[in-house]
């Protein structure tokens, strides 16, 4: 089968009649995927070929007749609100938002490169979490109205479909897609008539070979997304093949899907810019380091143009506009090239005017504990932009930890990565009986407002109602994709009667679906299988759970906890409790987190950079039940959930196993089963007493209490209309503004920096805290007397304006360590010749106890970002 390839492919687009036409436009941009009345639409127009197409209206208009349109176009009604439809449309497209009101100074456009991106389950470009929030960025920046363009790659199978074998081994599809049939424009030439050729980006390959691209639009309301295809005609097999699948195959294949993105996308980036007359982006995003490469291609444009900059400012000028966002503190969730590898692929003269040498330096781990051998695309992301982030506090926290070694000497919480908590789209992961219970209580406006905090004027009867509907829903789906399921795995329909009766739309439902690393811990759950069985099987207060998830195709551990879990779950005794369903994916999710009433996360402590279900969940109206890890750490209150201790201090991972699961039984036990039910007994005891049928409260008010909180606390928070207002205020806004400033004047600030910054690297191993004294202090130091400290400092070729010499006190610890540190400047007094120079100034004494101080020697120009910038400082 995968022998035979078509030489020409097409697909035989409808003519739509002239008055229903505005529906190819509804069907091709994306803003359905989260806009409901234009789902329910399609859906009243024709019910049957609306489920037949799998809810996908372009799909819907593949499938109708001729004789269906012309019906419907006849039908003055349906064509009224067709157009009205179109009308509303175009107005979401057109009309001021958000960012329409910050002025001009805001960024004119934004790039944002991902190596996936999750809109719909109609376009699977998407594995997981990464993607899922790259579609949720898209998403939100075109209801703010930011100008963003998404840059990606158009992978022929999308990740894959999983499937269970008898005996729950995963199994993986890759069913491969029509682009034609998705909905996607290819970007073609301007043609004097008829179709232009398609728009082709290309690249060189070693051993002569070129790498060609076509570029595929996807409109998600506002925002383009480029999408680079490589299954084009002028391609050999090998080149086809690398936008085959994500993530597919190592080493190479990774490298090449890496190098089209990056490099690819900005040629895709630069040709729709002149197809469009759109504006140049002033800041680039690099969602993950798979997209780094942009940087080079920067570079190389600002080497090759007519401004002719040198490697260093051509470096300068890019960083300054460069966005770096890392996503993940496991080591191996960042991707590692041996250095051959990359000389090999840019010797072909990817970069031409770069010298390959320098691009090597740049993703180098030439630090300690680094593998000089490697080239790290977190490394060379980080080098490459002026600004970096982690995705949650916490995270941007070990994320700083995790860097410092390229920042040596300085303090953790110096290193300059900064963070913006993830967060979801709402329109997109709202269940619509929850908009509509908010339109009907509180009408539109409240629910276009954001005014989550009106949840507390729902009676406690009508969240309850509401819960319960949605928990119905849910169960009628693991019904059905669970006989699905069996039937996949050959079981006969005379077999599978049982799953009729799988869950019980009024036991407490627990949620668990993410992808399948080691650290997420999908079997914690499995460690004592008695206490979960009798936590399932609890003749009072019984919990059930569903759980889903996809493990990579080469992570043969995370296939083995699929089948541990699976085969736990295939059991009679319990498998009315408990159902495992194959094939995660953005439709399942949406039933999937209104339908929990808990979710639950338990990866291993700090390893999980942000996790976005739980915000889905809680959007819901679900509790979260999760280790203090992401986004939980900064966002649990004691009253919106629970959090699962952890065991991180010097716990062996078996040790740490244990302890952490047994925790989670006793919660689920004594707190979370219990107020679910309402049975107060178990509560005020804080264990687990007996409860009675009798006793319970018809609806739990102190769970009801809980769901309204979550609402109206986290609702606001975890919306990605939040997170990105916070990328454009903290990051978009000062990169444009020091990109500006870097390319002014013929890149006049870029070309001093560059050579400032030469000078710096030059005479800093000279540089040197040669003697600190400090005056006035009495024998018998008292809390505000001061002591003014003279620092002599030797600056070689340095002037005193290079450099800020700092006084940093605090605190001393017994080993010498400073805490609580404050930093004053110190300023230059005098010249004393030959290099030499001295600072003084004056810090007054704030604390009782222990008192210490040090000096610092730091560079400084007004174009860094921060202090640590260039890593280098001298301490005394
Ligand atoms: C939200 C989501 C994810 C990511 O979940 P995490 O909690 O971040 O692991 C993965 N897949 C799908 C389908 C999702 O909707």
Known sequence: MTQVKAIRRFTVRTVLPEPIRPLARLASNLRWSWHRPTRELFATLNPRIWAESGNDPVSFLGLASREEFAELAADPEVVEQIAAAAADLDRYLEQPRWYQGLGAEAPAAIAYFSPEFGITEVLPQYSGGLGILAGDHLKAASDLGVPLIGVGLLYQAGYFKQSLSRDAWQQETYPVLDPDGLPLTLLREPSEEGQGRPLEVSLPLPNGRRLLAHVWRADVGRVPLLLLDSNVPGNDDAARGITDRLYGGGGDHRLQQELLLGMGG?????????????????????????????????????????????????????????????????????????????????????????????????????????????????VMGLRLAQRANGVAKLHGEVSRGMFSALWPGFDHAEVPITSVTNGVHVPTWVDSRISALARSQFGSEAEANGRWDLAYNVSDADVWTLRREMRSALVADVRQRLRASWKKRGAADAELGWTDNVLDPDVLTIGFARRVPTYKRLTLMLREPDRLKALLLHKDNPIQLVIAGKSHPADDAGKKMIQELVQFTDDPEVRHRIAFLPNYDIAMARTLFPGCDVWLNNPLRPLEACGTSGMKAALNGSLNLSVLDGWWDEMYDGENGWAIPTANNGASPEERDDIEAAALYELLETQVAPRFYGSSVSEAAGAAGPSTTASKEAVPTHWVSMIKHTLAHLGPQVSADRMLRDYVNVLYRPAAEAGRTAVANSYAQARTLASWTASVR??????????????????????????????????????????????????????????????IELKAQEDLGGGRHLFSGSLVIDRSGSFGYTVRVLPRHDALASKAELGLIVNA
């Open 266 to 378: 900005v040629k895709a980036l630069r040709a729709y810019q002149r197809l469009t007359g759109t504006p140049a982006p002033e800041v680039f995003h690099t969602n993950e380091g798979h997209a780094g490469f942009l940087g080079i291609e920067r570079i190389q444009e600002l080497m090759a143009g007519e401004q002719a900059l040198s490697f260093d400012e051509a470096l300068t000028a890019g960083r300054a506009s460069t966005v770096f966002t890392t996503h993940t503190p496991v080591p191996a969730g960042i991707d590692r090239f041996e250095v051959a590898q990359i000389s090999h692929f840019f010797e072909a003269g990817l970069a031409p005017d770069v010298p390959v040498a320098k691009i090597l330096e740049l993703g180098r781990e030439n630090y300690a504990d680094g593998d000089p051998s490697v080239f790290n695309m977190a």
């Open 762 to 823: 030059a005479a800093w191993p000279l540089v040197s805290v040669e003697h600190v004294d400090s005056v006035d202090v009495s024998a018998d130091p008292q809390i505000g007397d001061t002591l003014q400290v003279n620092a002599y400092v030797a600056l070689s070729t340095l002037k005193p304006q290079d450099v800020s010499v700092e006084v940093a006190y605090g605190k001393a610890e017994e080993s010498d360590s400073l805490t609580d540190v404050t930093l």
